[in-house]
């Protein structure tokens, strides 16, 4: 499989078309399997975030088992992807599990209100965040779209040390609110007690920091309670507060639902 993915980069790299060259690329990955998506990461080609589908495959000697998956980009539905469900992970589109989840955030003031973020204010909260990842010792940014307002990073990771941490953020005009996810690439499972092993809230520590350093509020704390949903929409927000023990969550599955 990573043969024929090297001679795939080849022939589509060299037809010219950028756009053409990762879907086909994407394509071809996905029919190598899990390799081919490992090996599409490494390839250096900066693709659409939806073009890489997550998968997953597993080494084990009699000691240990280490998963390996890239699970970057976005679901069908535009959010970004979830955590996969052991690894060391947080993500604001797990709601529903709480150790994987932290609510999104704003780069809008209080003062700004519920309404649409301006251009100015949507590219300057774009530049801030890109900045203040390229300044954070150990982060590497690795793909920056302006017009999709996505951005990737990577950085060594704790649990294991030789593996990577690919953080995530999507940034959205509709209400300012800033989505993201960090997940690190390998998850080790230690015998006889099969359990992962954890990375003591690294993630969320990581992330905390990167919000100080921003000065940017938690989405919704700045705009309070969901008011006036359609049922569906309650319903889901429901079962969100059951799940995250939040009695003020104005957000669901990734979604913030403005007040009306």
Known sequence: AMSRLAIAVFVLVGSGSAHASGAGLARWARSCGAAGSVALATTGLVLPPSAIASSCYDESNPSFTVRHCLNVGFQPDGRLRKCEANSNCISTSNVASPQHFMPPLTFKSPGDGAGRASEREVRSAFNQLKDTLESTPGLSVVAADPNALYLRAE?????????????????????????????????????????PLGCNDCHRKRLDA???????????????RLADANDDEAALLEEEIAATGRGDAGFTFGRYLPLK
């Open 155 to 195: 950085a060594s990771a704790n649990i294991p040390p030789t593996s990577t941490d690919d953080l995530e953020f999507l940034l959205r005009p509709d209400d300012g609110g800033v989505f993201f996810k960090s997940e690190t690439r390998e998850t080790v499972f230690v015998y006889p007690v099969q359990r």
């Open 210 to 224: 990167l919000r100080a350093r921003l000065n940017w509020n938690e989405l919704s704390s700045q705009f309070g």
